[in-house]
């Protein structure tokens, strides 16, 4: 089985650009889709990046989500922050028998 | 509207049983995998287990193996998990989440709101 490993905690100012990274300890981060889920204080996880980079309807295109290969390590950015975007944020993946989260990042907007 | 309703949780004694349910409305429940995913009071998400469409495939996380059994039932749009010998260190939110497909190994977009479960004596 493989890690996911995320900062445990990010802070930026409103209007500026944050990224996450989420590193993957063994086996290619190319190899399965990242997805990046979004939990405010007590509400359930959604969905923000799946399929490393692709959005759901309803996400602003201020969130975006990438790959890098060589650090083997996949990203959240988000631009323009608000401070509605103050949550917790986890990265997941999988292999053929497991599905793994990161320990996730809690960005605060101040 | 797509909706996930988690159910049978509670207050549980060390070693007892307790089985959780999940209604799903607003989708075609049997063209997709479903999961549960449970969170520790204070802690981050921990994948479950994991049921294809057709529950021709499924999974487990290691600490729950032999312990937990998943199950579907297509005809009443319902998903459960059977947890027995329950511990301590099972305390936790738990949410039924649907995948995008109808494999286990892809991506969720929709969660429940969770049923808690606390094993204490």
């Known amino acids: 089985n493989f890690m996911l490993t995320q900062p445990h905690s990010v802070s930026e100012s409103p209007g500026k650009t944050v990224t996450i990274s989420c590193t993957r300890s063994?086996?290619?981060?190319?190899?399965?889709?990242v997805q990046w889920y979004q939990q405010r204080p007590g509400s359930s996880p959604t969905t923000v990046i799946y399929e490393d980079n692709q959005r759901p309807s309803g996400v602003p295109d201020r969130f975006s989500g990438s790959i890098d290969s060589s650090s083997n390590s996949a990203s959240l950015t988000i631009s323009g922050l608000k401070t509605e975007d103050e949550a917790d944020y986890y990265c997941?993946?999988?292999?053929?028998?497991?599905?793994?989260f990161g320990g996730g990042t809690k960005l605060t907007v101040l | 509207e797509v909706q996930l309703v988690e159910s049978g949780g509670g207050l549980v004694q060390p070693g007892r049983s307790l089985r959780l349910s999940c209604a799903a409305s607003g989708f075609t429940f049997d063209d997709y995998a479903m999961h549960w995913v449970r969170q520790a009071p204070g802690k981050g998400l921990e994948w479950v287990s994991g049921i294809s469409w057709n529950s021709g495939s499924i999974g487990y996380a290691d600490s729950v193996k032999g312990r937990f059994t998943i199950s579907r039932d297509n005809a009443k749009n319902s998903l459960y998990l059977q947890m027995n010998s329950l511990r301590a260190e099972d305390t936790a939110l738990y949410y039924c989440?649907?995948?995008?497909?109808?494999?286990?190994?892809?991506?969720?977009?929709?969660w429940g709101q969770g049923t808690m479960v606390t094993v204490s004596s």
């Open positions: 997941q993946s999988y292999d053929s028998s497991n599905q793994v």
């Open positions: 063994s086996g290619s981060i190319a190899s399965n889709y």
């Open positions: 989440a649907k995948a995008i497909t109808g494999v286990l190994q892809d991506a969720f977009d929709i």
